[in-house]
């Protein structure tokens, strides 16, 4: 059956009301009429299995018939501090971060952020980023919509990693010591927190900042990853690592 997500706002008892471009989507490109099914999701982990009651002007009213028992979110958190990369970019990196599992991303300006986003401009990029997760999450499936916070600061940044993490990585070209695979060897954390940098990598004194806030750099190998890609693979890395992507 057609998936969609809908807010939690608008399911009242045992009814789901659709409203808007997805009212649209529903009747005027799915063509689904009265009595139809569709799987419905509320991105917080209620799954049913709906048919449609109604269909008014501007609206479709869903009636919820049966629960559908979901496994497919991450037993690890991870929280991917992403520093905002140049053009739409940041598009490509929260569509991917949402395939894979991510739990919450987070647009971070870091010192070499070439982008200037503030007021309005930063409220809208993050609406339209949280959409990119929604749609990203009814594609392939997931239960939950991950969270896509504010644009902010570096140091705001770092506040956000919970205080239960028990793991903090950031990858940094400059670490010749401590590789990705060593430092998740033996690990079974329940949360995780990736710092990625932007195309012009971490300045000296924000990878010192991170390491005073508990982050571990680590070498993802001999090669440079543009930053768009280096959350990605690290994402992957960590899921499957612990489990998640076997």
Same mark, same amino acid.
């Given at each position: 059956?057609?998936?969609?997500?809908?807010?939690?706002?608008?399911?009242?008892?045992?009814? +789901?009301?659709?409203?808007?471009?997805? #009212?649209?989507?529903?009747?005027?490109?799915?063509?689904?009429?009265?009595?139809?099914?569709?799987?419905?999701?509320?991105?917080?982990?209620?799954?049913?299995?709906?048919? &449609?009651?109604? &269909?008014?002007?501007?609206?479709?009213?869903?009636?919820?018939?049966? #629960?559908?028992?979901?496994?497919?979110?991450?037993?690890? /958190?991870?929280?991917?501090?992403? %520093?905002?990369? /140049?053009?739409?970019?940041?598009?490509?990196?929260?569509?991917?971060?949402?395939?894979? =599992?991510?739990?919450?991303?987070?647009?971070?300006?870091?010192?070499?952020?070439?982008?200037?986003?503030?007021?309005?401009?930063? %409220?809208?990029?993050?609406?339209?980023?949280?959409?990119?997760?929604?749609?990203?999450?009814?594609?392939?499936?997931?239960?939950?919509?991950?969270?896509?916070?504010?644009? *902010?600061?570096?140091?705001? %940044?770092?506040?956000?990693?919970?205080?239960?993490?028990?793991?903090?990585?950031?990858?940094?070209?400059?670490?010749?010591?401590?590789?990705?695979?060593?430092?998740?060897?033996?690990?079974?954390?329940?949360?995780?927190?990736?710092? +990625?940098?932007?195309?012009?990598?971490?300045?000296?004194?924000?990878?010192? %900042?991170? /390491?005073?806030? =508990?982050? *571990?750099?680590?070498?993802?190998?001999?090669? &440079?990853?543009?930053?768009?890609?280096?959350?990605?693979?690290?994402?992957?890395?960590?899921?499957?690592?612990?489990?998640?992507?076997?």
């Amino acid at each position: 059956m057609p998936r969609l997500f809908v807010p939690a706002e608008q399911w009242v008892g045992k009814e +789901v009301v659709v409203r808007g471009s997805d #009212a649209k989507y529903l009747t005027r490109v799915l063509r689904l009429g009265t009595g139809d099914g569709v799987t419905v999701f509320d991105g917080r982990g209620r799954v049913y299995e709906a048919f &449609i009651r109604k &269909i008014n002007s501007g609206e479709v009213v869903l009636s919820l018939s049966r #629960a559908v028992m979901d496994d497919t979110e991450p037993r690890v /958190k991870v929280t991917l501090l992403q %520093a905002i990369p /140049k053009g739409d970019k940041m598009d490509l990196v929260v569509q991917k971060a949402t395939e894979l =599992g991510v739990a919450r991303i987070v647009p971070v300006l870091t010192e070499r952020v070439v982008v200037h986003l503030d007021g309005d401009r930063a %409220a809208k990029k993050q609406e339209r980023w949280q959409k990119v997760a929604r749609e990203a999450a009814r594609q392939c499936g997931r239960s939950a919509v991950p969270v896509v916070g504010a644009v *902010c600061a570096f140091e705001e %940044a770092l506040a956000v990693a919970a205080p239960g993490d028990s793991l903090r990585l950031m990858p940094w070209e400059g670490e010749e010591e401590l590789s990705l695979r060593s430092a998740l060897q033996g690990k079974d954390p329940a949360a995780v927190t990736l710092f +990625v940098g932007p195309e012009g990598g971490f300045s000296r004194a924000e990878v010192e %900042a991170a /390491k005073a806030y =508990g982050f *571990c750099t680590v070498s993802l190998g001999r090669r &440079i990853l543009r930053t768009e890609t280096a959350g990605m693979v690290v994402l992957a890395l960590v899921l499957y690592s612990l489990g998640e992507l076997a």
